[in-house]
């Protein structure tokens, strides 16, 4: 792997200069830490080296251990702990003394790097952190022994639980580096250090050891333990943040080095849950999202998106104009009269002085943003944006008049988009010829905070458009997801049955209040189904039921309470009472109120005939509720909604806060297990055949099909354009359906495979005693002869 690795330069000075090789982030690839170890061994060996700089290649120090390599080998993490316990050791109390010369990022595994250094300077910008929590593991490089003995438990305790980075100039104050030097200055100075402490004229810190920033061992503990029982009010499901409070415990108990050999035994331990798993792979789903199949692979260069016009300054329009002058973008705010207009403009003024109120931005920050932001009732000035986003009302008629104006005032290359989130995309743009710049571009609410951009694009959209789009998404801090246009697109389209499924419940004898709690305690969703249509509105909820009905009708449930509410105007949050009652400072309880309009949901649905409720657990109550909105996840990723199915998980946990730690909606199933799941709805859908509720339940071809692993169709693509299908379930490959759905899926796969001239499908059994190389060659040759 010669492009990972770590190289040395030997100075006149006697200094060595060991620089971490692994662009773009130097991660630390087992390669380059075997390279990182193997050149300390010579430099602390060499009579000519007095002192050790370790640095980063092009700008980076390092962003820790190569996240990549996670899970490849069995136990420990996928590290090495032979070369792990030695290479700190080496750097630290080695023969001679090391300094580390920071750049661009110290994270993780690198900032452990560098505390094992004796000294440590940064320059100015650089980010310096431990963020492993978020990984679903803890610092394993001494990371949790080094920390709290340089800037104190309290400090260290905090930086690691919330995985936040510091800034240079914290870091120097906190005593995490010892100077901040200018770039330019940065390796001469971390140099003349090095030489300095080989000299004797600067002390040699051996952090490991040190005790003078920790507090006397029973505050020292009491600070553990009150950071524990915090952490397990905060995050009850996760396992791994309480390991990590344990290695530093020990540390604190029983010395550092007792310390070291805790913190190997709880990394492995928290490497092993199904937490760690399901973190990394979000941490790579979401830098994915921005890789779109035949889009950013399509050669195509993406264009800056400077100025955009804003259509409608209400909720959703302030919240878009608000993220976009925050991200430098001009942005012109167009409304209908200057009452709408000024209270648009006053929203983002608020938006954006509630972040400095906050601490989160200056004041001369704020000012340059809210100077980028122009008000106007006209679009005269509309041939200067290079995108507009409409977000005026959810209605049919007006958006396609908007769309017809915008094509004749706006130039032939802007993009428009419109921000609706439950009308079809290709009807706004009915009234216009301009098919291939209209895209969706789908906020969630509120549109400056949230940080999920679906993008959606019709079959006539074009590449360039997608992409600027992506572009765009990119610059205001969002993570832009590509989508289909359908109902309810992807978020919303997945979950519909969320609260229809909850609703369900209710109406075959469970407490709503009990129901909410397993979704929100048991499980971790940031509330449960009916705190969130109190939360939504009850009225937005029975539109969105509506709309779902109409496009997916033999697999939804009539949630009857919810109309019934909405006709007694409980709507939630927003009218004091819905399922909860709300008090001045809107804060919810249970409300007794609410059981007439639960009897009589359940008499009119008439699954329930009293007595006692059926007997649900709360893990019951989480499948219920959630398989059927993983089946319509598969149909999602099915039909080609999202690009790849981890769009969904990224989309899932960034607009709905689907527990991260369960990886998202699809990879939670897939940790599941796609048996369990496809056995359950079934189990459902038989059950509810009588009252005509199969439908809700009954598992998708997709699921069924991943449910039996061993009963699909495979596909494989020859060098002559030719893809040869198999059927695969021996002996005799009977058509299951599950056969039948692969089938389905791999013609459809070659069909779109550009390179793919002809498709053979064949009976496995007899291809293989053939030979399918044979067969495939034989008919390449055939079809090009035809
Ligand atoms: C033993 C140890 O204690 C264990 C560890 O060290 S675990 C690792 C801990 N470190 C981290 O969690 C840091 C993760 N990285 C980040 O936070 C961010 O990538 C960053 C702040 C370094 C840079 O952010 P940004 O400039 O926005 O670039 P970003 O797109 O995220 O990353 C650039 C590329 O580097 C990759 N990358 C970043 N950190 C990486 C890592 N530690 N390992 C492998 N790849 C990494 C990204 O996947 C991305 O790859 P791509 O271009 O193929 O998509």
């Not at 005593?175 to 003349?192: I, K, M, T």
């Amino acid at each position: 792997m010669p492009g990972r690795t770590a190289t040395v330069e030997y100075g006149s000075d006697g200094v060595a200069v060991i620089s971490l090789q692994n662009p773009p982030v130097n991660a630390l690839h087992p390669a380059v830490l075997s390279g990182l170890f193997d050149r300390l061994r010579e430099a602390h060996s060499r009579s000519d080296v007095k002192a050790i700089v370790v640095t980063g290649a092009k700008g980076k120090f390092s962003a820790g251990f190569d996240i990549n390599e996670f899970g490849k080998q069995a136990g420990g993490g996928g590290i090495d702990s032979t070369i792990n316990d030695n290479f700190c050791e080496l750097l630290e109390s080695g023969p001679k003394p090391t300094v580390a010369a920071i750049e661009g990022v110290a994270l993780g595994g690198g900032l452990e790097t560098a505390l094992a250094c004796n000294a440590r300077l940064c320059s100015p910008g650089t980010k310096l952190g431990l963020p492993e929590l978020q990984l679903g593991i803890l610092p394993g490089f001494g990371g949790t022994q080094r920390l709290p003995r340089l800037v104190g438990l309290q400090t260290a305790c905090q930086m690691m639980l919330t995985s936040a980075p510091v800034s240079d100039a914290k870091a120097l104050k906190l005593g995490l580096v010892d100077g901040v030097v200018p770039r330019e200055r940065l390796l001469a100075e971390a140099r003349q250090l090095a030489a300095e402490i080989a000299a004797g004229t600067k002390p040699r810190q051996f952090t490991l050891y040190r005790t003078d920033k920790l507090e006397a061992l029973g505050e020292a503990l009491a600070v553990v333990d009150f950071a524990r029982a915090e952490t397990q009010k905060r995050a009850p499901h996760l396992m791994h943040p309480l390991l990590c409070l344990d290695a530093i415990r020990a540390g604190i108990e029983h010395g550092g080095r007792a310390g070291l050999r805790a913190e190997a035994e709880a990394f492995a331990k928290a490497a092993s849950l199904d937490a760690h798993k399901a973190l990394v792979h979000i941490f790579f789903a979401q830098r994915a999202t921005k890789k779109v199949r035949g889009v950013t692979d399509a050669g195509l260069k993406p264009r800056r998106i400077k100025r955009i016009a804003v259509l409608g300054g209400g909720l959703m329009g302030s919240g878009i104009a608000t993220a976009s002058v925050l991200a430098g973008v001009d942005v012109l705010l167009k409304e209908i009269n200057d009452k709408f207009l000024q209270a648009g403009m006053k929203r983002v003024e608020a938006n954006i002085m509630s972040r400095v109120k906050k601490g989160k931005m200056k004041e001369a920050a704020a000012k340059a943003a809210l100077g980028r932001l122009i008000g106007t009732l006209t679009y005269d000035d509309f041939g200067s944006v290079d995108m507009v986003i409409e977000a005026a009302l959810e209605d049919v008629g007006l958006k396609q008049k908007i769309f017809a104006d915008l094509e004749a005032a706006c130039r032939p290359d802007a993009i428009l988009s419109t921000n609706t989130s439950t009308i079809d995309i290709s009807l706004v743009g009915a009234k216009t010829k301009a098919a291939e710049r209209i895209v969706g571009a789908h906020f969630f609410s509120p549109a400056h905070i949230m940080p999920l951009l679906e993008i959606v694009r019709t079959p006539q959209t074009s590449k360039q458009v997608i992409l600027n789009t992506l572009e765009y998404g990119s610059a205001i801090k969002k993570t832009p997801v590509v989508v289909g246009n359908c109902t309810g697109f992807a978020v919303n389209r997945v979950f519909f049955p969320y609260t229809q499924a909850a609703c369900m419940l209710v109406d075959l004898g469970l407490d709503p209040y009990t129901v909410d709690k397993a979704i929100q305690f048991g499980f971790g969703m940031p509330m449960g189904p009916f705190r969130l249509s109190d939360l939504v509105g009850a009225d937005i909820g029975l539109h969105v039921g509506h709309n779902v009905a109409g496009s997916y009708g033999e697999r939804t449930y009539p949630s009857r309470i919810i109309q019934a509410l909405v006709d007694a105007k409980r709507l939630g949050e927003k009218t004091g009472a819905g399922f909860y009652k709300f008090d001045a400072r809107r804060k919810a309880s249970p409300d007794p109120e609410l059981a007439p309009f639960v009897e009589r949901s359940r008499k009119e649905a008439g699954l329930f005939r009293g007595g006692k409720p059926p007997a649900f657990s709360p893990q019951d109550i989480v499948e219920f509720i959630f398989f059927p909105v993983v089946n319509e996840g598969c149909r999602v990723v099915a039909e080609g909604i999202v690009d790849k199915p981890a769009d969904l998980d990224v989309a899932t946990v960034l607009a709905m806060g689907f527990p991260p730690y369960r990886g998202g909606l699809i990879k939670w199933a897939d940790l599941v297990g796609a048996k369990h799941v496809a056995t359950r709805l079934a189990g459902w859908a038989e059950q509810f055949k009588s009252a005509g509720l199969d439908g809700f339940f009954r598992p998708t071809r997709g699921l069924l099909r991943d449910s039996m692993p061993g009963l699909t169709a495979t596909v494989d693509y020859g060098s002559e354009g030719m893809a040869l299908i198999s059927l695969q379930n021996p002996p005799v490959n009977a058509l299951h359906p599950a056969v039948l759905s692969g089938l389905f899926d791999r013609l459809r796969e070659a069909h779109s495979c550009s390179d793919v001239k002809a498709i053979m499908g064949c009976l496995i059994k007899w291809a293989d005693l053939v030979g399918a190389k044979h067969v495939a060659a034989r008919l390449a040759g055939r079809a090009k002869q035809l």
